[in-house]
């Protein structure tokens, strides 16, 4: 049965506190945090990102990194059926599901911003969906920051027969000196669980973005991601998709457009670990002027995984001679009963359009405007939500 909220888009500000069990996992994640060394670009996971060498992590106070974030209301109704919506602060101090789900998944072993936000977060959302709720309304989270730091970590988790709609938008205010975000979100579909969730952050030119999203799929779960990646100085987006359950199937899609300097990195891996499970991803994105970027797409499948469908695709059209981007798909697969293919296309704008649309009277910005909005309006028409239809146009035509 369909759950209405109390009121369509009200938002509440969540808290940012402190607690004593975070306080206590954070000091053990301090020392790895340090031992792990800053990436370089010859690093394979970091790769044609130009100038993260130069990025200095002591010129960001973590300690003191703060962001408004605002929430959904709930009604007393959901609360009463066990909905919870808080900051992870309390989520963790109050509910033994928030700690029992606490980086179940997020791996801080390696990655350097992994381990920086199990080492410094100060905030972030948990939501607990318990079992047969249905959500007639997204679920709406923002998290807004004009400091110099951000540091976050959010947990979701949607128990048997449940179904949402989430949606996270990241921003930040432009500041005279550089900005850092580095935010980790853990999404768990339990048995026969499903939800559209929807990333879309929106960055200040001069903010260096590190996002780690981790999906665990169980039983015939159905997650669909569906993300766009807008500005920052490097703007990097990875979401790692763990098929843990039989039946369980997964769509991503994702957009990107990068303008100006900005470089957009944009990973998405597929770990298929048992059998019968199905995969779809499509990345499309856009570079203007002298922006860059990177899109690396990984389908793994072990050798239990039998019957595994799986599929990714990436095109980038480039605008621009001074634009550079790289296409990195692969497939890893130790199971020989499956399908799966991978698919990549890089190519410059034909002339030949342009001219064509500007010989019809459009200034040259216009005409590249109208073939930016044709490029996407495939994959948008994709998007569940018409809400979040018409916003993603919004910000591919700002």
Known sequence: MKQNLVTKNAMQELNQVESKFVAEKKKQSLDRFNAIPMPKERDEDWRYNFGIEKLKLENFDFNDAKTKIFATALSEDLVEKGVILTDINTALEKYPIAQKYFFKSAKADKDKFVALSAAYFTNGAFLYVPKNIEFEE????????????????????IEPNSKID????????????????????EVFANDNSKINFYHLNNWAKNAYNFTNIVGDLQRDSSVNWISSCFGGKLNRLRIDTNFNGQGAQCNNIGIFLGKGK??????????????????????????????????RGLIRIEKQAQKTNSYLANHILKLGEKT?????PSLKIDANDVRASHGATVGQIDEEHLFYLMARGL????????????????????????????????????
């Not at 709406?140 to 979701?156: M, P, T, Y």
């Not at 550079?324 to 990195?328: G, K």
């Open 138 to 157: 997204p679920i709406k989270v923002n998290f807004d920051f004009d400091g110099k730091a951000s540091v976050l970590h959010n947990i979701i988790v």
């Open 166 to 185: 989430f949606i996270e938008e990241y921003s930040s205010n432009e500041t005279n000196n550089g900005q850092l975000n580095a935010c980790i979100t």
């Open 262 to 295: 900005e470089h957009i990195d944009f990973t998405t891996n597929m770990y298929h670990n048992v059998e019968n499970t199905t995969n779809d991803v499509l990345i499309d994105g856009i570079l203007r002027d002298e922006s860059s970027s990177v899109y």
């Open 324 to 328: 550079l981007a790289n296409s990195i």
């Open 363 to 398: 200034p040259r910005q216009e005409a590249e405007r109208l073939i930016i909005e044709g490029f996407f309006e495939p994959i948008i028409q994709k998007i569940p939500s018409e809400e979040l239809r018409e916003r993603i146009r919004e910000m591919v035509g700002g």
